[in-house]
């Protein structure tokens, strides 16, 4: 009796009970039943297993303490972590609910999240799958059952509700997936309903040996007879499955030494059908008339129990028997479901297929190549590597969005190793640092069956159409398909288009009308009355606390505090924000704006920059998060007023708006290369005025889902003395991240340029120099690349040279290249041919590199950014370019005072310089030295988190050339497929 409050719920849960009165009376049968019925008489020698653990309730609590411990253990190793239970029902029948609270206590005492979502018995068939599908995708939800009966008005198919639960949720094991495993034998690969699961666990529970026993089940539902008939078959039992209208049903029950009775009819099964010995499940639940009990009804099984208990060895008691174990086994399978969904979750566990390369000799164009290859849809690639569905958004089969919401999930595992692929200095010859960053993800997947990402910038559209072509690296180590890849992808690129411009037209909307308004006609049209009520908005509060004015009502403004509210003042000549387009446009390069007779004369002159190059590319290739990212972008300085203070964004009140347009472009792009390793396109900002890296959060989720033992291959812009020096200074120093291996492309031909070789006209062959072997030549331009595994080596981090093997190359100028790099530093050097044989080509490179990762790292950052500006570009300028010092030119030194004062001057350096000479003049190839750097002007990207000192005269908006690349590119009408692009 001091228990009934505790127990009534783990004995009510398989049957209606309309009164209180009979639910006590019921629990006097619970508490005083034996969990079976062991008999002091003779059985036959094999019968003679008895349980000692007492009541039923105390084997069902056993199993619930069990389940509990191992959700403890699962919040443990994931914090934050609980299975997740969701249970819909329709309508509201009162056993439902009893049923359902049962179900509900049960799970709050194990540590299981159980949801009870409920709908009207109004609600339609469409209605009951909609919900059914959002409860599928909810990844905090692991197990998921459907109340039956659906107590419902309308034309619902019972059948397709069951069968609309996610096969891999449904722990009732009613789903037509889950029966089919089981009818198969496939136990271990599919959930099995909670009844016969019980059952199950009951007759192991007596000891019994039931391979090679005679088991009958009565009933063929499948919810119960069907799946127990199973069950006992795939343990080896001879099974009879009858039914009412079996015949000689008392001779087929006197064979049985299992017996499970789930007919639905009271004690239909007599105490003298029963074999001596036999054991009896009856999971039966059938209501009598009996004038003893106050509701007029009593409770009884399909066994007539009172004759039964004196032949079986072991008999479940009606009620309290069966219905305590499905509960417990109801919860054991949204434990198992959380498990599985913990272990798939698991970073490192990829099972992952590669694709097999159709080498081909002499290898064909690159877009011969990809299309070549045909791409696995894009779901099931996010699947294998370790993403949720609800985590990728796709964009047709082969592209697809990654939510941040992996970052979350995949929190407190630990990163995969972390590899910076750089090169020489440029030249127009080209390195292959893309080719080599695809080629070595593919060696280290494909070939050594390692976890890898590769992470790589977006292209911008103007040099696709312009002259250089794609950037998707090239022959048999390429990201796929390439023509996704070099156009809109997911439209990133044209969402910053528009964000930027936003800022412009912003900029100069509010300069038109601070000169053509008064104050008070500009407050009265910045806060207008709406209902009669003025109020600000949340920006223009944030604008206020930065004015230094604590208020919040707009009545309560002074004359003065509203002139400080309303105007920016922003003087024209100090305007660094230009608009953009993502197109090579010479005559964007100045322009003059506001020329429209509307605009009253108000014209100033203006420029465009290439996409690339706006902030806004910088500050989502370096946030870490949309809440960082909306601070980031509220930061942007696009002016000085004319006292000299910084106007932002978020001045502007634009800030939320330009959120809203990255919302999308924030989340990184998921592709895949030539043999099927993934690769993560996200962000390309410019290599010289930005800093030439792709994405932080992209190399972030790729860590994780890379695991502990595995790589993320990424790489920086232009040479090692630009973007990989920016990659350091800049992008570790934001994301945190600290890499294990430098890969330093370096070609033979390119090294013969930096070597004095002649200059290379395009169109034109290459001289002879560069086709023939010249190791005096290449010996003497091998001092860059020395220099560039130096300025690697200054960050502590070790060096693996990666020799990008052309046709045209010897192997005594291969292994000169390979004997001076490992002489300047490099940790190893290796040659490698990935461009025409994909991963096989870079195997060598793969096994360099992971035996790089396993030194002791010494990373270390160049400068503190605390020192004074003209101080960290000097550093820069001595230590990486090999400049004798720097010079600052008037206007610079005044930028340098300008920001300092703005309190930028703690931010890291961002150098714009040429990336075709370690110097400022890009006819200087080798290593230059002797040479004082020229510091022309200073410019902040505050949002991005830099300044930008440039060294000559950068160009932001290239050109189209004579002959540009899409005299060449076409769409096919009757095929589609988008030709010459390369």
Wanted: hydrophobic share 40%; glycine share 8%.
């Amino acid at each position: 009796p001091a228990k009934k409050k505790d127990l009534l719920p783990e004995c009510l849960n398989c049957f209606f009970q309309p009164s209180r009165q009979q639910k006590l009376e019921t629990l006097e049968i619970a508490t005083t039943q034996p969990l079976w019925n062991p008999r002091e008489k003779q059985l036959p020698e094999n019968w003679k297993t008895q349980l000692p653990h007492g009541t039923l309730i105390q084997a069902t609590r056993q199993i619930r303490e069990r389940l509990k411990t191992q959700v403890a253990q699962m919040k443990e190793k994931v914090p934050g972590f609980r299975p997740g239970l969701a249970i819909l029902q329709v309508g509201d029948r009162d056993d439902s609910n009893i049923y359902i609270s049962m179900k509900l206590k049960a799970a709050a005492e194990i540590g299981i999240s159980a949801n009870h979502v409920k709908l009207p018995n109004t609600a339609t068939e469409a209605e009951v799958l909609r919900c059914i599908t959002t409860l599928n995708e909810d990844p905090a939800i692991h197990g998921f059952i459907v109340q039956l009966p659906l107590d419902t008005d309308k034309p619902i198919s019972t059948e397709k509700v069951t069968n609309a639960v996610a096969p891999e949720k449904d722990v009732d094991g009613l789903t037509s997936v889950n029966a089919g495993k089981l009818s198969r034998g496939d136990l271990g690969d599919c959930f099995i309903p909670c009844t016969p699961k019980g059952c199950m666990e009951l007759i192991r529970q007596t000891g019994i040996q039931i391979a090679g026993k005679k088991a009958v089940v009565i009933g063929r539902s499948k919810i119960v007879g069907a799946p127990m008939h199973d069950l006992l078959l795939w343990s080896h039992a001879t099974v009879t499955t009858c039914h009412t209208k079996t015949a000689a049903l008392a001779e087929e029950v006197s064979k049985a030494d299992i017996l499970v009775v789930a007919a639905g009819k009271p004690e239909m099964v007599k105490g003298e059908w029963i074999k001596p010995g036999a054991i009896v499940i009856d999971c039966g639940i059938n209501h009598i008339p009996d004038n003893t009990k106050p509701s007029g009804k009593t409770v009884v099984g399909d066994v007539a129990y009172s004759a039964a208990k004196e032949r079986a060895s072991y008999i479940t008691p009606v009620p309290g028997g069966v219905g305590p174990m499905t509960v417990a086994m109801l919860m054991q399978s949204t434990v198992e479901s959380a498990q599985r969904f913990l272990e798939q979750s698991q970073p490192g566990k990829w099972n992952i297929q590669y694709n097999k390369l159709s080498l081909r000799t002499p290898v064909p164009s690159d877009i011969e190549v990809s299309r070549a290859c045909v791409p696995k849809r894009i779901g099931h690639l996010a699947r294998e590597v370790g993403l949720l569905p609800e985590e990728v958004e796709p964009y047709g089969q082969t592209k697809a969005k990654v939510l941040l919401s992996t970052l979350k999930r995949l929190k407190d595992q630990p990163d995969g190793k972390y590899v910076v692929v750089t090169g020489i200095t440029p030249t127009p010859l080209g390195e292959g640092k893309s080719t080599t960053t695809i080629g070595l993800a593919q060696a280290l997947g494909a070939c050594l069956n390692l976890n890898v990402f590769a992470c790589v910038r977006q292209p911008s559209q103007g040099p696709t159409f312009g002259i250089k072509g794609g950037a998707a690296g090239g022959g048999y180590s390429q990201v796929i398909p390439m023509e996704e890849f070099n156009l809109h992808l997911t439209g990133d690129i044209h969402a910053i288009t528009a964000a930027n411009n936003l800022v412009a037209a912003a900029i100069d909307a509010r300069m038109f009308h601070e000169l053509t308004q008064s104050d008070q006609a500009l407050y009265n049209r910045l806060v207008p009355l709406i209902n009669g009520v003025r109020k600000f908005s949340d920006i223009q509060l944030r604008r206020l606390q930065r004015l230094g004015i604590e208020k919040t009502d707009p009545g309560t403004l002074t004359d003065e505090e509203r002139n400080k509210f309303v105007r920016l003042d922003i003087d024209p000549d100090t305007i660094t924000w230009q608009r953009v387009i993502d197109t090579n446009d010479r005559f964007l390069r100045k322009i003059t704006i506001g020329q429209s007779p509307t605009e009253k004369g108000f014209t100033r002159t203006a420029q465009f920059d290439i996409t690339v190059a706006s902030e806004i590319m910088a500050v989502l290739a370096l946030t870490d998060g949309l809440e960082d990212m909306r601070r980031r972008l509220g930061k942007m300085v696009v002016a000085s007023s004319k006292k000299g203070e910084p106007v932002t964004t978020d001045d502007l009140g634009v800030t939320g708006a330009l959120a809203v347009l990255m919302k999308d472009a924030v989340k990184p792009n998921l592709m895949q290369t030539l043999e099927g390793t993934p690769v993560f396109v996200h962000a390309g900002p410019f290599a010289n005025i930005a800093h030439g890296n792709s994405s932080v959060l992209a190399d972030k989720i790729a860590l994780k889902l890379v695991g502990q033992e595995g790589f993320v291959v990424t790489e920086a812009g232009f040479g090692a003395d630009i973007g990989m020096e920016k990659f350091f200074n800049i992008k570790c120093r934001y994301s945190g991240l600290r890499p294990h291996v430098v890969v330093l492309v370096a070609t033979v031909r390119a090294l013969k340029m930096h070597g004095g070789g002649p200059t290379v006209t395009a169109g034109v062959p290459l001289p002879k120099e560069y086709t023939e072997e010249n190791l005096q030549l290449l010996a003497k331009g091998c001092s860059n690349l020395g220099k560039q595994i130096q300025n690697a080596r200054t960050f502590g981090t070790p060096v693996v040279v990666a020799v990008n093997a052309f046709k045209s190359d010897t192997e005594a100028e291969l292994q000169l290249v390979i004997q001076l790099a490992k002489e300047a530093g490099a940790f190893e050097a290796v040659k490698c041919t990935h461009w025409a044989e994909g991963g096989k080509g870079a195997v060598a490179l793969a096994q360099a590199v992971q035996r790089a990762s396993r030194e002791p790292s010494n990373f270390k950052f160049l400068y503190d950014v605390q020192l004074p500006v003209v101080e960290k570009i000097r550093i820069i300028a001595q230590q990486i370019y090999g400049a004798d010092d720097i010079e600052l030119s008037p206007e610079a030194e005044q930028k340098v005072v300008v920001y300092t004062k703005q309190g930028f001057g703690n931010l890291p350096i961002c150098m714009a310089k040429t990336h075709l000479s370690l110097s400022h003049d890009p006819e200087k190839k080798g290593v230059p030295t002797g040479f004082i750097l020229p510091i022309r002007d200073i410019r902040a990207s505050v949002g991005a988190g830099f300044l930008y000192p440039l060294v000559g005269t950068m160009s932001t908006m290239p050109g189209l050339p004579t002959r540009p690349c899409f005299y060449d590119i076409d769409l096919d009408p009757v095929s589609e497929q988008v030709n010459g692009l390369f």
